[in-house]
């Protein structure tokens, strides 16, 4: 299959705040851009918010009004799915919902070209299953942006078990030419980023849970002494913890239940409860008006004292082990190089280094003896190392 990219018509599926700064940027980089959503008036309002955004940038000088002009031009609306032009790529964006892509995809195979691309979206769900009885399933691959699109740098292109090279190297460039920084990895649950991520949330949770501190304190640690931008309790409630929520149970569930991904009581308490963060007001922290937290009060003292304590009681090094483990375990399995990974998680999460580079920095031998305490004493498989990290050691 051959698939070419001389700036051809693109849908974006979803007018969401992800699809439609998809549309953004391929609106900007020259394409045709065409934006389908099934909420009646979602897209048309979509179109207005970016023509507004777009305005707002060239009066403040980051762009020319010619550009601003011109990217407006680009964007277009469609009825639906079935009444889009030809086109050489198609994006989804719309929910994580396996069902609903699957049947998306079969209809936009019975009415485009046997050449179009066609691209997920999702954060976690599998592209193989997404492709599975779709004609040509060798063109269906994951785009996986980050939000939001047009300021995040990164994004994580997926193959599933019939995605052709073709297409891949074809995704592959397109997205560089969109000025995007590209990582690949097959799919696994949760990519690249949202599968190492998962101790970030589930380490702090945990020892929040068993009361070794409060949230503030151990997002305070990370912040100062992980040098992390933002702690893993403020960060799920920015995220929502619906979402965060989410994710972490699709790739629990898609990793057969593994507790390494076990979805916390904390967390799950919190949906719950509709306390899921800076939109509703209350997440972990209180909200004021301005989305500022109110009761986020952390012990400065008892942070640097577990900083400095022990591996059982060490936020810091508790979330670094295993994100590390992730990592390593990630590439000892050939789903992504340890130079992506790196790469994934400073642009992706921001992160101050890449797991793989900490682990070498920590030492790998470090880290494995680390988890044998962790395993030891809180058994049940979360915290068993990788067999990939006494290789590393022994490099």
Known sequence: MTVDFPLPSVAIIGAGAMGSGIAQIAAQAGHMVHLVDTFAGA???ATERLA???????AKGRITLAEADATTANLHVAD???HLPE???????IREDLADKRALFAALAASQPADTLFASNTSSLDITAIAR?????????GLHFFNPPPLMRLVEVIHGQQTSDESLTAAT????????????????PGFIVNRIARPFYGEAQRMVEAGVADAATIDLAMREVGGFRMGPMELTDLIGQDVNLAVGTSVWEQTGHDERYAPTDLQRQLVADGRLGRKTGQGVFRYDGSGQPVDALPDRALAAALAASPILTNPVGRT??????EAVDLVARGEASAEDVDTAMELGTNYPKGPIAWGAEIGFDVIDAQLRRLDAAFPGGRYRPSPALGAQGGS
């Open 43 to 45: 897209a048309i309002a």
């Open 133 to 141: 009885g779709l004609p040509h399933p060798e063109r269906m691959l």
């Open 87 to 93: 086109c050489g790529l198609v994006i989804e964006a």
């Open 173 to 188: 460039e397109l997205m560089r030419a969109w000025g995007k920084t590209t990582v690949r990895c097959t799919s696994t």
């Open 80 to 82: 639906s799915c079935t």
């Open 52 to 58: 507004s955004t777009l305005a707002s940038s060239a």
């Open 320 to 325: 670094l082990a295993m994100l590390v483990n």
